[in-house]
């Protein structure tokens, strides 16, 4: 049968999107295959969707679909050539920044018919022998925006870390008539002699040096001295005042800011810009020398070669989407994470499935290239006002927020590699309560770090500060607080607290540099002594949890068994669950899920009864924690560069085969010797 009869046979099955579909016309919803790739996508006429290669057949047998769009784009030869420019600038997608530049293509067209497996070439300004409906649906097709464009549109294309909000303070800026007149040149503080790094004071016309920064460069900070003793508010940066620009510093603010009344400020003080020329550097080429120096930039400018091959996955930054993909790269390092994903073409909704979604990431990285994971970044995104935004977010509370996503699609399994259980300790007189947790990051607090003041300090430092004990005053005594953590996790994520919330309700980072060791031992922060564990030998515990065996069924053992032996035997019968079947299936029938049944079961010796009366006597209960050594070794880290969490830029260092390999979104390279481990801001560690 000719390509004519076909279509006309299937004509029916073809359909007009709307404005409310979406047309997935640039990539395969299971894979990354594009249609810039060789063999392009086919993109079913029926539900949209895109498809791959070595998809498209299968697709077509499942879903009983007969007509695909089949689009490959060729790009065109660009004449320029490639352009490296130099990174100047702490943004993305503008002038000086970091750049990713879109290349030209031309389109090919065809029609293939399944079962039939024919492929009719067509032409987009030639669609009129082709059935009514057919050649409707396929101009709907091509004149659509596209599911991956419209997405994009929702968000920021670009990020700049240079964008200044125009001072308030400012606005209202009252400036004494005490007589100061500034000269042109030949500035020193006002308090010790510096000549570089001033700040004229626009409310009284002072200069004094500006802050000193972590590497020990910069001023004495009396700018900011003066500050707090005046609450003169607003300052600009000597040296850098010219026709066009100049730095200007909000201290009520505490940001970099845009005076729009500056030439009255300035001519306030006999100052005419355009009289001067830049004679020190701004605060932005400070910032980036600075982090060339203190080694955060150079995560992201690594001098070792580019790499490729399998297991190298380079993520596309989809306009502040770094976080997410500094993320992603740390947990394609923890295979565990991954085991639980199943089959995606199962799926009712594969481009609103996150198990789906990451199924694809996986492939992709098993295979290596670069890839443009806009679908999950679309799926993480939805509901969520942060991170739907194209604004640049916290990796921490991505992390934290991707894992509740995957327990509520995939349940607790993949979570479980990273989930460990603390115990908070209190004591008021000779009351102690107790009270457990589960987490999956730990978080520890910059000791003795002060905003504005640089500092470095070890991690053991920060660790004892989590496990200190901490005394509170209340009306019934001085209440005693102590954490730690009853069962470690095989991978343990570890986030120093370096953001905080300034009085302004604004977002900062303290500039410290953590001293961080690749193999650490957490045995101290074990907690051995819980509210529920004094009935039981803790010796015997010890030893079953030396043997591998977690803390909570250990414990559940010698309970029921009071022997060692005894306990033994119980754990090695309950693991045998295949012929639990029936009990588990009782427990499900009354709306418990599997994993609580077993749970249950395993706690009462497999009595169904006593499971009943555990389950509902533990409403909240945890899912369960691998608890194993306290032993780790670092396998990778995430590194922040700028100023708060709405700015800067994410990368990530991973391990692998002894090397690091630095991860900057497509770019994938090998680490500089000099690892900039001392300014990351979160690192993964595995169990020895």
């Not at 498809?51 to 089949?70: D, E, W, Y």
């Not at 399944?114 to 300004?125: H, K, M, R, T």
């Not at 200007?248 to 845009?258: H, K, L, Q, R």
């Not at 994971?373 to 927020?401: T, V, Y």
Request: aromatic share 8%; net charge negative; glycine share 8%.
């Amino acid at each position: 049968m000719s390509a004519e009869s076909l279509l006309s046979q299937y004509a029916s099955t073809a359909r007009v999107p709307t404005e409310s579909n979406e047309v997935f016309k640039d990539e395969c919803i299971y894979s990354f295959v594009r249609a810039e790739d060789e063999g392009g996508i086919y993109v079913c006429l029926n539900s949209f969707y895109g498809l791959g290669p070595s998809v498209v057949h299968q697709f077509s047998a499942r879903k009983n679909s007969h007509i695909f769009l089949h689009i490959r784009r060729i790009q065109e030869e660009d004449k320029e050539g490639p352009k490296d420019a130099k990174v100047t600038r702490l943004a993305i997608g503008v002038e000086g920044g970091f750049q990713s530049k879109a290349p030209a293509y031309r389109q090919e067209l065809a029609l293939l018919i399944l079962p039939e497996n024919v492929s009719l070439p067509i032409q987009e300004q030639a669609l009129d022998s082709l059935p009514l409906q057919v050649a409707a649906s396929v101009k709907g097709v091509l004149n659509s925006k596209g599911a991956e464009y419209v997405q994009a549109l929702q968000e920021t294309a670009s990020w700049d870390g240079e964008n200044r909000i125009v001072s308030k303070v400012a606005l209202e800026l009252a400036q004494l008539d005490n007589g100061v007149k500034i000269p042109s040149s030949g500035w020193k503080c006002n308090r010790c002699d510096l000549q570089n790094n001033l700040w004229l004071n626009l409310t009284d016309g002072g200069i004094h040096c500006g802050r000193r920064y972590p590497d020990g460069t910069g001023g004495n900070g009396h700018a900011l001295d003066h500050y707090s003793e005046t609450g003169f508010p607003l300052a600009v940066k000597l040296g850098t005042i010219t026709t066009t620009a100049a730095d200007v510093y909000s201290y009520a603010e505490d940001d970099m800011v845009e005076d729009p009344l500056l030439d009255t400020h300035l001519a306030h003080f006999g100052i005419r810009r355009q009289h001067l020329e830049k004679t020190d550097q701004s605060m932005v080429e400070l910032e980036l020398e600075l982090n060339q120096r203190t080694a955060e930039w150079r995560a992201a400018e690594s001098q070792g070669p580019s790499l490729k091959g399998p297991g190298l996955l380079g993520l596309t930054n989809l306009g502040n989407s770094c976080y997410m993909n500094a993320t992603l790269q740390c947990l394609l390092a923890v295979p565990e994470f991954w085991t639980s994903l199943p089959d995606p073409s199962q799926s009712a909704t594969p481009t609103t499935d996150l198990a789906v979604q990451l199924y694809k990431l996986l492939k992709a990285a098993q295979a290596g290239g670069v890839v443009r994971p806009w679908m999950l970044k679309r799926i993480i995104g939805r509901g969520h006002s942060e991170f739907s935004s194209g604004r640049q977010q916290d990796a921490h509370e991505l992390l934290l927020h991707l894992l509740t996503l995957v327990e509520r699609r995939l349940g607790n399994e993949p979570g479980t590699a990273f989930r460990f259980t603390v115990q908070e300790r209190t004591t008021v007189g000779s009351r102690t309560n107790y009270e457990q947790r589960q987490e999956s990051v730990l978080s520890l607090p910059m000791h003795g770090v002060k905003p504005g003041e640089g500092a470095r300090i070890s991690l053991d430092v920060c660790l004892a500060a989590y496990g200190a004990e901490e005394r509170i005053e209340m009306n019934s005594g001085t209440a005693v607080k102590r954490s730690g953590i009853l069962a470690f996790p095989p991978y343990l994520w570890i986030q120093l607290k370096k953001f905080y919330l300034a009085d302004d309700w604004t977002a900062k980072k303290l500039q410290v540099e953590v001293d961080v060791p690749d193999e650490i031992s957490l045995d101290w922060l074990r907690v051995t002594e819980t509210a529920n564990e004094p009935d039981v030998n803790m010796e015997h515990l010890a030893m079953l949890c030396d043997m591998g065996f977690s803390r909570e069924l250990a414990h559940s053992a010698l309970k029921t068994t009071d022997s060692l032996e005894g306990a033994i035997v119980w754990m090695s019968q309950g693991d045998v669950t295949a012929s639990r079947d029936e009990e588990v299936a009782s427990l499900v029938s009354m709306g418990f899920t599997e994993e609580q049944a077993r749970r249950a079961l395993k706690h009462t010796n497999y009595d169904v009864e006593r499971a009943i009366d555990w389950l509902f006597s533990h409403p909240e209960e945890a899912p369960q924690v691998e608890d194993g050594s306290a032993t780790y070794e670092l396998i990778g880290f995430i590194t922040h560069m700028g100023a708060s969490t709405h700015t800067g830029h994410y990368v990530a260092h991973i391990r692998r085969d002894g090397k690091w390999i630095l991860f900057n979104d497509e770019k994938i390279q090998e680490a500089s010797q000099d690892l900039p481990k001392s300014t990351a801001y979160m690192y993964l560690y595995r169990r020895k």
